[in-house]
C-alpha cells in the first residue's frame, strides 16, 4: 500500500465551480497537512498548511483534515481558469521531510 | 519569484557523464532540500541539509551526492548519468520550525541522452 494515495486526474470543471480534491493516507506518524499547487514547469507553491482535525479557510480555498479517518480535502470555491495547475497533498511526520501525493491536475475551463 | 534560485534551468547531457546543480536557498532559510519530480514517481525526496550538515536522506541513488556550503548554497552532484536519470530536479529551502511548509525554486530540467 502507498503511503499516501491522490488521484491523478484530470479533473475538468466549469469556470465558477467548485473543486473537490482529496488524499488518503496511511502513515499515523504524519502531523502536518499541507496542499500545493504547481503550474506546469514551476516548482509547487504552498497553499495551506494544517495541523488538527477540521477546517481552515483562506480566501477561496479551504482545507479539510480528518486524522481518524486518514483523509484529506481542498475545496476550491468560484474557480477560475488560473486555477488550472497540478494540486498535490502533502505531509510531515517529526522531522521535516515532506511526502507528497502523486498530484491531481485540475483544469477550469472557461 | 520565490527567493529560492536554481540553475542551470535547462541541461542536456550524454549518459555516463557528470552534471552539477547549484541551489540558492531564500534568505534566512538554513533548511536545503532536493526533490526529483519524475512523471511515473511524482515528487520524491533526495536528501535535506541544515545549515551546512547532512540532516536526512531519502530515496538518493549512490551515483548522487550533495552538499551545502558555508553560504548556505547547496549543490547535487549526479554522475554516471542514465537516461532513467532524466527528470525535474527540485530544491526547496525552509526555517526549522514545526508547522512550515517548503518554499520550492522553479527546479532544474535534466535530460540525458
Known amino acids: 500500500q502507498k503511503e499516501v494515495e491522490q488521484d491523478p486526474g484530470p479533473l475538468s470543471v466549469p469556470e465558477g465551480a467548485i473543486v473537490s480534491l482529496n488524499c488518503t493516507y496511511s502513515?499515523?506518524?504524519?502531523?502536518?497537512f499541507m496542499w500545493y499547487r504547481q503550474y506546469s514547469r514551476k516548482g509547487p507553491e504552498l497553499l495551506m498548511y494544517?495541523?488538527?482535525?477540521g477546517n481552515k479557510e483562506d480566501g477561496r480555498f479551504t482545507a479539510q483534515v480528518d486524522k481518524s479517518s486518514k483523509y484529506i480535502s481542498l475545496f476550491i470555491r468560484d474557480s477560475q481558469p488560473s486555477d488550472s495547475a497540478t494540486y498535490l497533498c502533502?505531509?510531515?511526520?517529526?522531522?521535516?521531510?515532506?511526502?507528497f501525493g502523486g498530484g491531481t491536475r485540475v483544469l477550469v475551463k472557461p | 519569484d520565490s527567493g529560492v534560485t536554481q540553475t542551470p534551468k535547462h541541461l542536456i547531457t550524454a549518459t555516463g557523464q557528470r552534471v552539477t546543480l547549484r541551489c540558492s536557498p531564500r534568505s534566512g532559510d538554513l533548511s536545503v532540500y532536493w526533490y526529483q519530480q519524475s512523471l511515473d514517481q511524482g515528487l520524491q525526496f533526495l536528501i535535506q541539509y541544515y545549515n551546512g550538515e547532512e540532516r536526512a536522506k531519502g530515496n538518493i541513488l549512490e551515483r548522487f551526492s550533495a552538499q551545502q556550503f558555508p553560504d548556505l548554497h547547496s549543490e547535487l552532484n549526479l554522475s554516471s548519468l542514465e537516461l532513467g536519470d532524466s527528470a525535474l530536479y527540485f530544491c526547496a529551502s525552509s526555517v526549522e520550525v514545526q508547522g512550515s511548509g517548503y518554499t520550492f525554486g522553479s527546479g532544474t530540467r535534466l535530460t540525458v541522452v
Open positions: 502513515n499515523s506518524a504524519f502531523q502536518y
Open positions: 494544517t495541523y488538527s482535525s
Open positions: 502533502a505531509f510531515k511526520a517529526a522531522g521535516n521531510k515532506l511526502t
